[in-house]
């Protein structure tokens, strides 16, 4: 799915974020446990390089638990990456952050300076409601929307940490599309630059193979059908989501599958594994390598034309008389040259 939603503050904030990150010792980057990977800025990641970084997986309260312990395993396989799950729900928890970063700094924290972070994530992560724990107070500007903090603001946290908060971002081209769906579906993209009917398709083909039990127990279903447009049928029969004459009204099935999932009401669900990242990279660079090599063959045929033996034997015919014809230019030219060049002569 391709997500066209970079608004101008987002390309703003990110050139803040490349140009600040010289002076933060570690990275808070505030991710959707329910979408580790799809969640995780590639700009950012890119730009690390060594720095500590904390990934907080953020809304665990609606992961897989097991899928969870299975993300975390994966991140820390970074040396320099700890991970802390959490939820809005536990402020308690999420005051522990403050230790984490001490420790993880702890040969800054020895000296008298500062330990300067930045918290950095997608939109509508958690992000703002996390500052506001951490800080004890309201600073940061919430919303069950994405793209409510638009500029950077500097937070003391009152206990030797400076925190650096920026806008939620994205970045300009998702490489893998189903990253878009899965964050169309967190509810990480406005609605307004998305179709409910697309990704209702793609969240009900994932979650009736991913989480039969779950849905057939939400939707109340004896057997779940093969397909995601059967189930989205049978869901919508269920729950009355019907037109006129009867028939499904496709849309508001998908939209109430949507709100179902990112209120939690369906059960615990993730939307990705490591192992289905991992395949998913390797489709990606097969699909690279492959546009690769189209392009070149391309190339090649539109320098050769068309490889049929009849344009091809008419092209030699034409190149042919070019020659000859070159030939015979270059013949007059010299004849007239030596002409020229005897009437000179005193």
Same mark, same amino acid.
């Given at each position: 799915?391709?997500?066209?939603?970079?608004?101008?503050?987002?390309?703003?904030?990110?050139?803040?974020?490349?140009?600040?990150?010289?002076?933060?010792?570690?990275?808070?980057?505030?991710?959707?446990?329910?979408?580790?990977?799809?969640?995780?800025?590639?700009?950012?990641?890119?730009?690390?390089?060594?720095?500590?970084?904390?990934?907080?997986? +953020?809304?665990?309260?609606?992961?897989?638990?097991?899928?969870?312990? $299975?993300?975390?395993?994966?991140?820390?396989?970074?040396?320099?990456?700890?991970?802390?799950?959490?939820?809005?729900?536990?402020?308690?928890?999420?005051?522990?952050?403050?230790?984490?970063?001490?420790?993880?700094?702890?040969?800054?924290?020895?000296?008298?300076?500062?330990? +300067?972070?930045?918290?950095?994530?997608?939109?509508?992560?958690? $992000?703002?409601?996390?500052?506001?724990?951490?800080?004890?107070?309201?600073?940061?500007?919430?919303?069950?929307?994405?793209?409510?903090?638009?500029?950077?603001?500097?937070?003391?946290? &009152?206990?030797?940490?400076?925190?650096?908060?920026?806008?939620?971002?994205?970045?300009?081209?998702?490489?893998?599309?189903?990253?878009?769906?899965?964050?169309?579906?967190?509810?990480?993209?406005?609605?307004?630059?998305?179709?409910?009917?697309?990704?209702?398709?793609?969240?009900?083909?994932?979650?009736?193979?991913?989480?039969?039990?779950?849905?057939?127990?939400?939707? $109340?279903?004896?057997?779940?059908?093969?397909?995601?447009?059967?189930?989205?049928?049978?869901?919508?029969?269920?729950? &009355?989501?019907?037109?006129?004459?009867?028939?499904?009204?496709?849309?508001?099935?998908?939209?109430?599958?949507? &709100?179902?999932?990112?209120?939690?009401?369906?059960?615990?669900?993730?939307?990705?594994?490591?192992?289905?990242?991992?395949?998913?990279?390797?489709?990606?660079?097969?699909?690279?390598?492959?546009?690769?090599?189209?392009?070149?063959?391309?190339?090649?045929?539109?320098?050769?034309?068309?490889?049929?033996?009849?344009?091809?034997?008419?092209?030699?015919?034409?190149?042919?008389?070019?020659?000859?014809?070159?030939?015979?230019?270059?013949?007059?030219?010299?004849?007239?040259?030596?002409?020229?060049?005897?009437?000179?002569?005193?």
């Amino acid at each position: 799915m391709a997500v066209h939603w970079f608004p101008g503050h987002m390309h703003k904030a990110l050139k803040e974020m490349k140009e600040a990150l010289g002076q933060v010792d570690i990275l808070i980057e505030v991710l959707d446990a329910r979408i580790p990977y799809s969640s995780e800025n590639p700009e950012i990641a890119k730009l690390r390089g060594n720095k500590p970084c904390i990934k907080i997986l +953020n809304k665990s309260d609606l992961a897989d638990p097991e899928m969870t312990a $299975k993300w975390q395993a994966h991140l820390e396989a970074d040396r320099a990456v700890k991970t802390f799950t959490t939820s809005l729900d536990n402020a308690a928890k999420s005051k522990q952050i403050i230790e984490l970063c001490r420790k993880t700094c702890a040969q800054k924290d020895a000296s008298i300076k500062t330990i +300067n972070a930045m918290i950095i994530g997608i939109p509508n992560v958690g $992000k703002s409601t996390l500052i506001n724990i951490l800080a004890d107070r309201v600073i940061a500007k919430t919303g069950n929307e994405p793209a409510v903090t638009k500029s950077q603001q500097r937070i003391n946290l &009152g206990s030797g940490i400076v925190l650096l908060d920026t806008p939620g971002v994205l970045w300009p081209k998702l490489e893998n599309p189903n990253t878009g769906y899965r964050l169309a579906i967190s509810g990480a993209v406005k609605d307004t630059a998305i179709e409910y009917d697309d990704i209702g398709f793609f969240a009900a083909d994932y979650l009736i193979k991913a989480y039969p039990e779950l849905m057939k127990a939400r939707f $109340k279903l004896d057997e779940l059908p093969d397909t995601e447009l059967a189930f989205l049928e049978q869901a919508a029969a269920k729950r &009355g989501a019907l037109m006129a004459g009867g028939r499904v009204n496709l849309h508001k099935i998908c939209e109430l599958l949507i &709100g179902e999932y990112r209120s939690g009401k369906i059960g615990r669900i993730t939307l990705e594994s490591p192992e289905m990242l991992a395949a998913e990279l390797q489709e990606m660079a097969t699909a690279a390598a492959k546009k690769i090599a189209d392009k070149a063959k391309r190339k090649e045929k539109f320098k050769d034309g068309s490889l049929t033996p009849d344009k091809k034997d008419r092209k030699e015919v034409r190149t042919e008389k070019r020659v000859e014809q070159s030939q015979r230019d270059r013949a007059n030219n010299t004849k007239q040259r030596a002409k020229q060049a005897k009437k000179r002569k005193p």
